[in-house]
């Protein structure tokens, strides 16, 4: 069945080209937020032989960095693809690969848009509409771990050896929390993983005004599970050089920081839809059709790069916590909060159901 | 019912192949130079590499992976309950109650663990 299948390749490759091409503006939008929190104008240089030189929009896009993606890009590609002697070559070659797979897999099942047809049944835009939705989600995400860890290990040297421990626990450690923070979200729906049913029932309330812990909790998890600083242990600059990548270069560091930067995205995406309405505005009806469709794309692309705004504040805001104080706030602190959030919202939803 | 699972097989399978093409890309694009016995040492910010890279570490690693298998599970446990809780209520079916009683088990054994110090990083 061709004719079915190519429809479906096709999609998923326009979905890939953007989500790729906007981890790569992500890393400029950080570099820009960087350079504008610390007062410094970011990378402002690179320039296109004949798109730079337009008189004021050449000068305009060049002061802005637009073309800088590419320059990093071509950089990544032209660099010495290094193999060094001492490492496990198999496995420090796989590592990349699987932690670009999952990154790039996990959007399969994440609504960003909604298309109402002629025949008045509203669909989400969405490349697999699957029933468990975030169940999805949470599995395929997770496996990201093993390709930091085996990163860390295959590259047989002390550093990324040291940050591919700290990394699986790490991840771990906030993923039960992570789990257990959106459980009350599904219970609020009534009984579905899907994520475009959690979206349409924020039409009126968007749940970060119903759920606040669960939308706290979710977002500590989220920062932590990406990487993010304050809890970017894994890589943690200062005591361990680079963490898991120390050892790897050209290419292959790239792919680790496509993931990770798609991570951030995907994981804004999870969090836009479950907590801050996905691509609805509050008492503001979108409309039928094509057009329909690309508002609700447009307002859910400006929820999430408003959020990794928020995670770029974030970084270039706050010091990196000590390891033993990531692992406390996760299983002494977040995971007691996000069982205590549980309790509370299956009594408060007990009390509804029989009142109501 | 399992082609709703197609579009999830051809994006892994478009990822992977992604990874593989840019890093062969990579591979051919990428400039060449010698190596040397100092280039296929592990990095230690300059100094020669000293000991084994994949040293012992601490058995708190260990204790956390095996603590997160329990409270992993305990998670997927939960989310059958999520999904069938409204359904139960509004049929006055009992269920509340003795979920509550097996969150109750699991923070008991949280308190234990915590209790007895797993997570003391700093000792």
């Known amino acids: 069945m061709p004719s079915e299948v190519l429809p479906l390749i096709i999609k998923a490759l326009i979905v890939i080209g953007a989500v790729m091409t906007m981890a790569g503006y992500a890393v400029l939008m950080e570099r820009k937020i960087a350079g504008w929190i610390q007062g410094r104008p970011g990378p402002n240089r690179t320039q296109i032989p004949i798109l730079g030189s337009i008189p004021v929009i050449g000068t305009f896009l060049t002061r802005l960095g637009v073309f800088q993606p590419a320059a990093d890009g071509l950089k990544f590609l032209f660099k010495e ?256 909060l996000a069982i205590a959030n549980l309790v509370v919202y299956a009594i408060i939803i007990a009390l509804i159901e029989n009142l109501g | 019912m399992l082609t709703d699972y197609l579009p999830v097989l051809i994006q892994i399978g478009l990822a992977v192949f992604f990874a593989v093409a840019i890093l062969g890309f990579s591979h051919l694009m990428g400039q060449r130079a010698r190596t040397n016995s100092l280039k296929d040492s592990a990095y230690e910010c300059g100094m020669l590499p000293e000991g084994r890279a994949g040293a012992r570490f601490s058995v708190k690693f260990y204790l956390v992976a095996m603590l997160f298998i329990i409270f992993d599970i305990e998670v997927v446990f939960l989310i059958p309950w999520v999904l069938v809780y409204r359904d139960f209520l509004s049929q006055n079916l009992p269920i509340l109650f003795p979920v509550l009683f097996f969150i109750l088990v699991l923070v008991v054994g949280l308190i234990y663990e915590l209790k007895k110090g797993v997570l003391e990083w700093d000792k």
Not at chain 1, 194 to 219: D, E, K, R
Not at chain 1, 221 to 248: C, H, I, K, Q, W
């Open chain 1, 81 to 336: 693809d290094a193999l060094p002697g001492h490492v496990n070559k198999f496995y420090y070659v796989l590592a990349p690969m699987i932690a670009f797979v999952p990154a790039m897999a996990t959007m399969t099942v994440l609504p960003f848009g909604q298309y109402t047809g002629a025949d008045g049944v509203t669909v989400p835009i969405v490349l697999a509409n699957l029933d468990i939705g975030i169940l999805f989600i949470l599995a395929v995400s997770s496996l990201g771990v093993y390709g930091i860890i085996l990163g860390g290990w295959a590259a047989n040297s002390k550093y990324p050896f040291l940050g591919g421990i700290r990394a699986s626990a790490q991840m771990i450690s906030y993923e039960l929390a992570m789990a257990l923070s959106i459980l009350p979200v599904f219970m609020w729906f009534g009984g579905t993983l899907n994520l475009h049913a959690v979206v349409q029932g924020q039409y009126q309330v968007w749940t970060i005004f119903a759920q606040p812990v669960s939308a706290l909790i979710f977002l500590v998890a989220l920062f932590a599970e990406t990487n993010r600083l304050p809890f970017d242990m894994p890589e943690s600059e200062t005591d361990l050089v680079a963490g898991y990548n120390t050892e790897y270069g050209a290419f292959k560091f790239g792919l680790f920081f496509v993931a990770e930067y798609t991570h951030i995205i995907i994981g804004s995406g999870v969090f836009v839809a479950l907590f801050l309405g996905g691509w609805t505005l509050p008492f503001v009806p979108i409309p039928d059709g094509i057009a329909g469709a690309i508002i609700s794309i447009g307002i859910f692309l400006a929820k999430v790069f408003a959020l990794v705004f928020f995670f770029m504040w974030i970084r270039w805001t706050l010091p990196r916590f000590r390891y033993d104080q990531v692992m406390n706030l996760g299983w002494k602190k977040l995971l007691p």
